[in-house]
């Protein structure tokens, strides 16, 4: 067996490469260091090094690949789910297509193809889904039979197969191999690599990187990046960083020499059963994503835990065994000669961990993987190595930067007890609106008792438990998923149009909510915001926050309070970035960042009826005349108090109401009942999010993000390029007003009432892929689907468009205006 043939390999070492680091000392000082030289690792501080940075340390505790890379089945490919995943999976198949020529280290890639199998019809629709996004990427791929998995595959089973998708590129290497190539190409750009050298801790000085603490001393650094996998939790934690990793046993098996087996043969993905088969030097090898995973405590794994793996367990694994005989026949007569048990690392929600931590400035996390690092490595580290040399992410970062989280989602608990559903998340379907099952009930609004009793079927997002939507009497609280129309899609059709045609009531308690406070909360305010805040007591401003590069950081409103007090507004889960933001930049200057978020209610009364409805309840004047939109005031309504802002998410005549925690339950039951005889209804976030698409409000982290700028988002508006002092990211922008954009913000429908749009899907005209969706709902006043999309600066709005709607082309209408009430008519009565 040649030694690419040997894929768990151990013992790699830069000294493959480098002879005498060993002998060389520790430096005491660098501008970066990358701690890990697993394949994550190396390939983060290689493209530092291809960026010209130079005084970059790579640490490894033991040797390189010794973590996590040097077990992994190696499987790569080239698209992925979504536009960024897979323009990250993209590159990273063009890099280990040179990867052994450039390097001098064959990685032994064979590109051999894949399937994805389906063995249900709502697993074929998913995959064609996943189809369009790999086609408007450019990259080869089919929906095919089962006749022709069969032929593609002989040893494949097409036994309770629907179909499958067929891409051809994707393919395997050694794993462990691919990441000593990428070590050596870091060391030959500069890279000062050590192994053998244990970090004990991360010292942090007014919450910035200080120094890499090491058994073989300290060294002073401006940047740190832990790409130290199942580890990472705990060294971030040591200078107070919270960043949501946990363990688990992930296995695969591989066969004696079988017949059949022998290259070029696709990888199966056998997602309904939850594994994967792959040739291997005449063998086959048989992985698991199964569905209750087996956390483990990263504090129980030894310190020198290196190459390290866990003891076999069969009994786990014959579930998954059963289903892969089943997949591949030939299997049931094949021994088995090796069971590799070892951890990976998981998050939350299965997206990987990448950017600079909320509570450290220049520690930055490349970690948690969810067993695909392989397939992410090069992306990834070209990334994040952008991402530390510009000051901004330079792709669109928001489903994997580390701040998306709340810290209370990195608790030991939550994670050991979500880790369980995380691994088989992988291969399970990806259905739209998804719930996590485990790890629930950690964080609840004031108002959580009251919406429960009134039938909330409960989402969770940064731990919090929302009202997604209100079962009837009789109906089961809970999600029958689809690509169709869930089981929720009556019931928030029918809040919808409470809140467009009478009154709604919404707890929106968890959005983000920051008090600014001082001498300098203005000038604070003014140098972060794009709009100006300088504005009479009492009005409220909706603005962006940029980064350097111009990107969309955050949106949200702002009202002033008092001449030196503002309350800031954001959504839920943008609360770590929020505050992270506003923190550093009152750093040094005479104002507080308080965060308000679990002091304060919100009762959103959204609808015509909402100022009639509020008149039962308040003596306040809330006539346009008096509290016109786009203001504020501090009034008693109820039994109690609130700042009401009149501002809508819904597009709609609407007031927010703000109680403090202790008044909310009180001012939610006097709501209700001056709701009587008003059609007054519970709503939750699922008509909320179809009453924005309608209105085309934007949605953070969907809509807009790190790489879109004002302009190209369609909100110039917000941009006052003329404040004194300017704001983060005017100079990115400035020259880009009067321009047309690349790329532009526009608002799509369907034509056909019946489809459904969610996201990712691609818009044609003229049979020229022209932009994609980016997030979408069903207009249950306009009657289709409708959201939001970027297209082509070039493309002209009209109807001669068609949507990809999995698989299925469908004739719509783009607009460079909201389909509902763009003249704001309804929103300022």
């Not at 590159?91 to 063995?119: E, H, K, N």
């Not at 995959?127 to 089919?142: F, Q």
């Not at 919090?464 to 209100?470: C, D, G, S, T």
């Not at 001082?518 to 009492?538: F, I, K, R």
Request: aromatic share 6%; glycine share 10%; with cysteine.
């Amino acid at each position: 067996m040649s030694v690419v043939d040997n894929l768990l390999e151990k013992g790699l070492s830069a000294t493959a490469f480098d002879p005498d680091a060993a002998r060389r000392p520790l430096p005491g000082r660098a501008r970066t260091v990358v701690i890990g030289a697993g394949i994550v690792g190396s390939s983060v501080a290689h493209h530092l090094a291809a960026l010209g940075e130079r005084d970059v340390v790579l640490l490894e505790r033991h040797s390189v690949a010794a973590g996590t890379s040097w077990h992994a089945a190696g499987l790569v490919s080239r698209g992925r789910g979504t536009r960024m995943l897979t323009a990250l999976a993209d590159y990273g198949m063009g890099f280990y297509r040179q990867l052994s020529t450039v390097s001098g280290i064959d990685v032994g890639l064979r590109q051999p193809g894949s399937i994805l199998l389906a063995r249900t019809p709502e697993r074929v629709t998913e995959l064609r889904y996943a189809d369009g996004v790999a086609r408007h990427a450019g990259i080869p791929s089919e929906m095919i039979t089962p006749e022709r998995v069969a032929e593609l595959h002989p040893l494949a089973s097409t036994t309770r197969l629907v179909g499958g998708l067929h891409q051809p590129d994707d393919g395997h290497l050694n794993p462990g191999r691919a990441a000593l190539a990428i070590a050596a190409l870091a060391h030959r750009g500069g890279v000062t690599i050590r192994e053998g050298v244990t970090v004990t801790g991360i010292a942090a000085s007014a919450g910035r990187i200080r120094a890499v603490l090491t058994t073989d001393g300290e060294v002073e650094c401006e940047t740190v990046v832990l790409a130290t996998g199942l580890w990472t939790r705990d060294l971030a934690a040591t200078c107070g960083a919270a960043v949501p990793i946990w363990p688990a046993a992930h296995l695969h098996v591989r066969t004696a020499p079988v017949a059949g087996a022998e290259e070029p043969l696709p990888v199966l993905r056998d997602l309904d059963g939850y594994l994967y088969v792959r040739t291997h030097a005449g063998s086959l090898l048989v992985g698991a994503f199964e569905s209750n995973g087996k956390p483990l405590d990263p504090q129980s794994l030894p310190g020198s835990f290196a190459f390290g793996e866990l003891a076999p367990d069969w009994d786990h694994f014959a579930p998954i065994r059963a289903l892969a005989e089943e997949r591949v026949p030939v299997l049931r007569d094949s021994e088995y000669v090796r069971f590799l048990n070892a951890p990976e690392s998981f998050t939350p929600d299965t997206a990987f961990c990448l950017g600079e931590t909320a509570e450290v400035a220049g520690l930055y996390v490349a970690a948690g993987f969810n067993s695909q690092g392989i397939i992410y490595a090069p992306g990834a580290g070209r990334a994040l190595a952008e991402w530390i040399v510009e000051g901004a992410p330079t792709f669109d970062a928001g489903s994997v930067d580390v701040q998306r989280f709340s810290p209370l989602q990195a608790t030991r608990r939550y994670l050991h007890a979500r880790t369980v559903e995380s691994l088989g998340n992988l291969y399970a379907m990806h259905w739209p609106h998804l719930q996590p099952t485990t790890a629930r009930d950690l964080r609840r609004t004031p108002l959580h008792d009251r919406v429960d009793a009134a039938g909330a079927v409960f989402g969770e997002m940064t731990g919090y438990e929302r009202a997604n939507w209100y079962a009837i009497p009789g109906q089961p609280r809970e999600y029958v998923y689809s690509y169709g129309r869930q089981s929720w899609f009556e019931r928030a059709g029918e809040e919808h149009r409470a809140a467009r045609e009478s009154v709604a009531v919404f707890d929106l308690s968890t959005f983000s909510k920051v008090e600014i406070a001082g001498p300098e909360a203005l000038a604070l305010l003014q140098h972060l915001c794009t709009a100006n805040v300088d504005v009479a007591v009492g009005r409220v401003v909706y603005t962006l926050m940029l980064n350097a590069r111009g990107g969309i950081v955050l949106d949200g409103t702002i009202t002033r309070l008092t001449e030196d007090r503002f309350l800031v507004v954001t959504p839920t889960a943008a609360h770590t970035r929020t505050l992270a933001l506003l923190q550093r930049a009152a750093s040094g200057r005479a104002v507080s960042v308080v965060d308000r978020t679990a002091g304060l209610a919100t009762i959103a009364v959204m609808g015509p009826s909402s100022r009639e409805l509020l008149a039962r309840i308040t003596d306040a004047d809330l006539s346009t005349g008096a509290l016109p939109w786009g203001r504020a005031a501090e009034i008693e309504v109820g039994r109690g108090r609130a700042l009401c802002l009149r501002v809508s998410f819904v597009g709609e005549l609407g007031y927010e109401l703000y109680p403090t925690s202790d008044l909310a339950v009180a001012l939610y039951d006097d709501v209700v009942v001056a709701g009587v005889g008003l059609g007054l209804r519970a709503a939750g976030y699922h008509a909320l999010d179809s009453l924005r698409c309608e209105k085309g409000y934007r949605h953070l982290g969907h809509d807009i993000g790190p790489t879109d700028d004002p302009y190209q988002a369609s909100l110039g508006s917000t941009v006052r390029l003329e404040k004194d002092g300017g704001f983060v990211g005017r100079d990115a922008i400035a020259d880009r007003a009067e321009e047309r954009p690349d790329r532009r913000q526009v608002y799509v429908r369907l034509d056909d009432p019946e489809p459904l749009l969610h996201h990712e899907e691609t818009i044609f005209r003229d049979g020229e892929a022209v932009g994609h969706v980016t997030s979408g709902a069903y207009g249950h006043t306009i009657g289709g689907a409708c959201g939001l999309a970027y297209v082509r600066g070039d493309v002209a709005a009209g109807s001669s468009f068609t949507v990809d709607c999995g698989g299925r082309p469908t004739s719509a209408t783009v607009s460079d205006t909201p389909f509902y009430d763009p003249q704001n008519a309804r929103l300022k009565a």
